[in-house]
């Protein structure tokens, strides 16, 4: 069977189970989902950290026009964060159950989600003067980017729709693999940072050219 009808059949399951109406009946499908499917479903469990915060900043790049656009520490710390926030969803399964993947791609991965959440990022700065002014729109952008990375970088899908539809990440995945997996399996996502490092500088390319300056591809302020 190839992956993605393996993946398909899986979301099918992870849906009827939801609809399950009693929890018995719940609990078997999703123990069936993840004895046949946990395996495969770990061994495409990208992107990595590093490759949402690449992804982040290629989005950063390209909503944000140049003028505005700042060369400090704490705008790309706030994209990383934003970036990766629906993966804090691993954090509070490690947390509350010691498994990592009970409440993964649940809620956090959803359109939903990255709108509240965007809402709330868009007022931090009213909280404590560091925190980088950023808008709703971009805010809500970089926290979907995640999910958008997560739908069409991996064969496991993500709760987009959330509240109409959910999907729970079958399978266990403790503090020890968690750990693991940020640590050295991250190289994975070389190709995805490499890719956003050479989308940002087409991007600056083809925006100095359009203005006609000279190609400063690396210039840190603004090209104005
Ligand atoms: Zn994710």
Redesign the pocket.
């Known amino acids: 069977m190839s992956d993605g009808f393996l993946f398909g059949m899986h979301y099918a399951k992870s849906k009827v189970a939801f609809g399950a109406t009693d929890t018995v009946s719940r609990a078997i499908l999703i123990q069936l989902a993840d004895k046949r499917l946990g395996p495969l479903y770990r061994s495409c469990n990208m992107p990595f950290p590093i490759g949402h915060t690449a992804i982040g900043l290629a989005t950063f790049e390209t909503a944000q026009s140049p003028s505005a656009r700042g060369s400090r520490l704490a705008p790309v710390l706030f994209i990383t964060l934003l970036a990766n926030l629906?993966?804090l969803d691993v954090l509070a399964g490690l947390i509350l159950q010691g498994n990592g993947a009970v409440f993964h791609?649940g809620p956090t991965?959803s359109l939903l989600f990255a709108l509240v959440a965007g809402y709330a990022a868009s007022h931090l700065w009213r909280l404590w003067h560091r925190i980088p002014r950023f808008g709703f729109g971009l805010c809500s952008l970089l926290v979907f980017s995640?999910v958008l990375a997560?739908m069409f970088l991996t064969s496991a899908p993500v709760s987009l729709l959330w509240p109409l539809e959910i999907y729970w990440t079958p399978g266990q995945n403790t503090w020890g693999q968690v750990v693991d997996m940020v640590l050295y399996q991250s190289y994975q996502d070389a190709g995805i940072a490499i890719a956003a490092v050479l989308y940002v500088l087409a991007v600056r390319m083809v925006r100095a050219a359009l203005k006609g300056h000279s190609l400063n591809i690396f210039a840190r302020k603004s090209i104005e």
């Open positions: 629906p993966d791609r991965h995640h997560d």
